[in-house]
């Protein structure tokens, strides 16, 4: 098993050779707010409104960004010793589009 997400890093001699290619689309907006929640477990405190809807409206990031990002927020929150709040996620969201790179970015309503 293979996985890039840079297609065109492959040699070509070496993907004429690979059995199965399976792209997966970049989640759209509706997809990344699914993929928060399943990302934020139901039993992890929270205080103050989360809105899930905005942020993958206004952040377009992978599956694997947002994860990292849900993650990143727990322990934020963990280091402050609060319940996650909007504001532990938009940080966390801010880091990983810092050290993240392309599939990790702000649209222009952020």
Not at 14 to 43: G, I, K, N, S
Not at 77 to 100: C, S, V, Y
Request: glycine share 6%; proline share 8%.
């Amino acid at each position: 098993m293979l996985t890039t997400n840079l297609g065109t890093a492959i040699a070509p001699a070496f993907h004429r050779r690979l059995t199965c290619h399976l792209t997966l689309p970049f989640p759209d907006a509706a997809d990344r707010e699914r993929l928060w929640r399943v990302h934020l477990p139901p039993q992890l405190p929270i205080a103050g409104p989360i809105d899930l809807g905005d942020l993958a409206r206004r952040y377009e990031m992978s599956g694997g960004y947002i994860r990292n990002a849900a993650l990143r927020a727990a322990f934020l929150a963990a280091q402050d010793k609060t319940p996650l709040t909007q504001f532990h996620l938009e940080r966390a969201i801010r880091a990983e589009i810092n050290d993240g790179g392309s599939r990790a970015r702000s649209s222009p309503l952020a």
